[in-house]
């Protein structure tokens, strides 16, 4: 094959060129510089010059947007940065609530300077989050959201939306980024692509927001293409050296990404809730949907300071517009059986649109809540989207209430086991409290399995139905006592998928303690709660013999969820249970951590009582993996640099943190010297 000559190369690189700014000029400024007709000429030229000369062919190249070949599947992969949730707000009120918190939480980290706080204000897209990382200029992944912490790698997805530049529009570009933002679709592709289905005959989308993330995860990158997806980016988590959300918009927007326009610099709440009323009439005249508004402070060093809860980052808020409301008629009511054993009526809707979507069912909540509605079978109600997700019936129009409307009771006896409930002094939920009904086992075996717990691939809810609906398991410890000859008893199993799940389950066996614990399923405590828990209470037999002040005696830890763990490993079943896993193998104790000798003899874990701040990508392990050795040795893992603050543990692609503790004169250790420090 002859090698391309220095004029076809030359030629190769004028026609990517070409295209991207015109590919630029098309989708980002929605201001086209050449005809369709010119633009298809110049890609089928540039096209055969890389059919002829394979060796041109680069990742950035306008023909790599669509891949050849459909991928087989998508890899996990762990986001350098969690991608966290918003806390919402629902009303003026809320937002003000949550500025009295972070000013607060700005004074407490010591902030010197009283000046007024800045906001940025963007419209909240409803679309999906993707997390781009581009090096030295170039797209080299596109990952999904997924729970934050690990997503799902898609970069040959991500290359067909043509808002998303494969090469950045900079001479100068940063050996690492990372970028945000929200791919989705515009109303009009939605209702084009409704329409194109609705004539051959498929199903319809429900909504633009379920169209795009369906389209992210197709395995065809050119099924993908054909969704035409859209994105605007909206953040540069860290490593860049930008003051500001306000400026890290403008940045990005330089370097060719479409950035919303409708963004605004605000100087005060109050022209917060300017921006937030103004979008709630306008945003009908939008050409994607948007269901609120994000507000974010616009100092990035402010940022810095408030950090991050466990779920969310504290220097933001979603301001969410109220939510649509409907009519509709209820036909039945039926009753859920929870995990903890919460009974839980639910009513079945006549289909309705709701908010984008068909509805057919909505959250009734509990007995008290059936009561306050007066609600009968027939009864037309009030149904709307709590949060925007989750339906629920908000009020009943008793003046159309048929002659023959029968009112719903809540059943005296559980409809999965037949048992009496009750309903437990001070709680507004009716319970089972058999701890062998069906429903609370399959409940309890879902969560233990569970990505968070202890990640027993292959164990879904269909599997774990028929385990419990064939008595083959009774209780989560029956889960290790489970046999290829067992499994491939139950439908769909053979002997392959028999023995993968069986090594899953044997590998669950493996996971760490706090895991274990947060799997167990005790009311109130979360997997954050968990690993504090079990910070303090190395095992299991510590925590079953802790007393409630004790727990109490936890930082983070409340009364409400010192009594509940009490109240659990009080009970005998949950006692069993605790030594059938302990026999089975599986973990109930944190790894013991060497600790070193004081000079007076007296053992102190080598970081005790330090706290330790984490920043950039470091060489060997993740953040979560640093953290937990920190932990292990007694320090105490900070989001911010304060001068509170006494390590600062340094990767790539350091941040404002390493600028601010080097102001500070604060103590810098590498990965290699906290592995020193802690032996």
């Not at 050296?241 to 109050?270: A, D």
């Not at 933001?316 to 008629?329: D, F, G, Q, R």
């Not at 109600?381 to 409307?405: C, T």
């Not at 309890?444 to 990640?455: N, T």
Request: hydrophobic share 35%; with cysteine; glycine share 8%.
């Amino acid at each position: 094959m002859a090698k391309a000559s220095s004029k076809i190369k030359q030629r190769v690189e004028q026609l990517r060129q070409q295209l991207q700014e015109a590919s630029y000029a098309y989708y980002v400024l929605d201001r086209p510089i050449i005809e369709d007709a010119v633009y298809d000429r110049l890609y089928r030229e540039l096209q055969e010059l890389e059919d002829q000369y394979p060796e041109l062919i680069s990742p950035d190249s306008p023909t790599q947007r669509v891949g050849e070949k459909p991928a087989t599947k998508f890899q996990t992969v762990r986001h350098n940065i969690p991608l966290y949730s918003l806390e919402n707000a629902f009303n003026i009120e809320e937002l003000k609530a949550w500025e009295k918190r972070r000013l607060r939480g700005i004074e407490e980290e010591g902030r010197e300077e009283k000046q007024a706080i800045e906001y940025v204000c963007e419209l909240k897209i409803d679309g999906s989050a993707l997390a781009l990382t581009y090096e030295n200029g170039i797209l080299t992944r596109g990952a999904t959201r997924g729970d934050g912490s690990e997503g799902e790698e898609i970069t040959q997805n991500v290359k067909t939306i043509r808002s998303i530049p494969l090469r950045l529009k900079t001479d100068n570009p940063p050996p690492i980024l990372e970028v945000r933002g929200e791919a989705f679709l515009s109303l009009e592709t939605f209702a084009e692509l409704n329409a194109e289905r609705e004539k051959i005959g498929e199903y319809l989308f429900a909504n633009p927001r379920n169209a795009a993330a369906g389209a992210l995860r197709q395995l065809d990158s050119k099924k993908v293409a054909e969704r035409r997806l859209d994105f605007f980016a909206y953040t540069v988590p860290s490593g860049e050296e930008i003051n500001s959300q306000w400026e890290c918009l403008e940045y990005l927007t330089n370097l060719g990404f479409k950035v919303n326009p409708n963004r605004k610099l605000c100087k005060s709440l109050e022209e917060v809730a300017e921006y937030y009323d103004y979008w709630d009439e306008k945003r009908k005249d939008l050409a994607y949907l948007t269901d609120g508004v994000v507000v974010k402070i616009n100092s990035l060093q402010l940022q810095q300071q408030l950090g991050f809860s466990s779920k969310y980052p504290r220097w933001a808020i979603a301001l969410k517009y109220p939510a649509e409301e409907v009519p509709t008629a209820v036909e039945a009511v039926t009753v859920q059986v929870g995990r903890t054993g919460a009974l839980t009526p639910v009513a079945e809707l006549k289909p309705v649109e709701l908010a984008g979507t068909i509805v057919k069912r909505a959250s009734l909540h509990n007995s008290d809540r059936l009561a306050e509605l007066d609600l009968h079978i027939g009864d037309t109600a009030i149904v709307r989207k709590a949060g925007e997700i989750i339906p629920e019936v908000v009020r009943i129009l008793p003046e159309l209430r048929p002659a023959n409307a029968r009112r719903f009771q809540m059943p005296e006896n559980c409809p999965e086991c037949s048992e009496p409930v009750v309903r437990p002094a001070g709680e507004a939920a009716v319970r089972c409290i058999n701890v062998s009904c069906p429903a609370i086992l399959r409940g309890s075996l879902s969560h233990w399995a569970s990505r968070g717990a202890l990640d027993i691939n292959g164990l879904g809810e269909k599997l774990v139905g028929q385990l419990v609906d064939r008595g083959l398991v009774r209780s989560l410890a029956d889960l290790y006592d489970l046999s290829v000859e067992g499994l491939t008893s139950l439908e769909r199993i053979g002997k392959k998928s028999a023995t993968k799940l069986l090594e899953a389950i044997a590998e669950s066996k493996t996971k760490p303690w706090d895991r274990v614990l947060y799997g167990l399923g005790i009311r109130h405590v979360g997997s954050s709660n968990a690993e504090l828990l079990t910070q303090k209470f190395p095992g299991a037999e510590e925590l079953a013999a802790a007393k409630e002040t004790d727990i109490q005696g936890v930082y983070g830890i409340g009364p409400e969820i010192a009594q509940s763990v009490c109240q659990w490993f009080r009970v005998p079943a949950n006692q069993r249970l605790i030594e059938r896993l302990k026999a089975a193998g599986v973990t109930m104790v944190a790894p013991k951590v060497e600790k070193a000798e004081s000079d007076g003899g007296a053992e102190e874990l080598p970081l005790a009582g330090k706290s330790v701040v984490i920043t950039g990508t470091l060489p060997t392990m993740t953040r979560d993996e640093a953290k937990k050795l920190i932990q292990n040795a007694g320090g105490r893992v900070s989001s911010s640099v304060s001068s509170r603050t006494d390590y600062l543990l340094v990767g790539e692609n350091a941040g404002s943190k390493l600028e601010k503790a080097q102001k500070l004169g604060i103590a810098q250790l590498t990965e290699e010297q906290l592995l020193e420090a802690i032996g």
